[in-house]
């Protein structure tokens, strides 16, 4: 079957720096992805990487690692508006987005 | 209109009764999806349509139907509502669904609908 694995719930300060990782087995990959889902709202893209290594835009990054099925989205400087649900996402061999059931990111003062 | 509108914001809904969810996009997307998001679940794909005039199954079908005029709407219908359909449901579009093309998916505001 077809498995994304994040953590449930993960907490951080203001101001500090926190990794989600992301780990999958799917039949086939071409693309991986995250979105950042605030509570009561719709899913936003962050990023995409579909070749190893790392993708900075600004604040948060996105690293892949197709050889061990493994992803993370790195988030610097946190602000209190990034408490919101982080969402993995990989595109399987069939070109269809299978998703992860998400990480609820909680931002402390 | 700008992006995705889904309609109606939220629904509560007698069980057995039939309702249809609508969906509108004006970025001349050629791909479209349906989804539902359970506490605790990811989103799971219900149906989707890689362009008009064709639709697909996706990982949980049963007990909805779509269709596909026209480029701009898609919209979902439960044809006789049940308890466990109370989710929230999200249309989504993106300029993909063909192979070696695959573009972010776009989302609605969502449809939060209740099953009594």
């Known amino acids: 079957g077809q498995n994304i694995d994040q953590p449930t719930e993960m907490t951080a300060t203001e101001g500090a720096i926190v990794q989600i990782n992301c780990t999958y087995q799917t039949s086939g990959f071409n693309g991986l992805f995250w979105y950042q889902q605030h509570a009561g709202e719709a899913p936003t893209f962050l990023s995409y990487?579909?070749l190893d290594g790392l993708e900075e835009k600004g604040r948060f990054s996105s690293f892949l690692s197709r050889s061990k099925g493994y992803s993370y989205l790195l988030l610097k400087e946190l602000q209190m508006k990034d408490s919101a649900s982080y969402l993995c996402?990989?595109?399987?061999?069939?070109?269809?987005?299978?998703w992860g059931a998400g990480t609820k990111l909680i931002i402390k003062p | 209109i700008a992006g995705i509108t889904q309609a109606p914001t939220s629904q509560i809904l007698a069980a057995g009764r039939r309702m249809t969810l609508r969906c509108t996009q004006d970025?001349?997307?050629?791909?479209m999806y349906w989804y539902r998001q359970d506490l605790g679940l990811g989103l799971r794909l219900i149906h989707y349509s890689n362009t008009a005039g064709t639709t697909g199954k996706g990982e949980v079908p049963d007990g909805y139907s779509v269709s596909r005029a026209n480029t701009d709407d898609f919209p979902l219908t439960l044809a006789s509502a049940v308890p466990s359909q109370t989710s929230v449901y999200f249309c989504a579009s993106s300029d993909s669904g063909t192979s070696g093309n695959y573009n972010e998916q776009f989302f609605g505001p969502g449809t939060r609908l209740t099953v009594l």
């Open positions: 970025m001349r997307h050629n791909a």
């Open positions: 996402a990989v595109v399987d061999s069939n070109y269809q987005l299978i």
């Open positions: 990487n579909v």
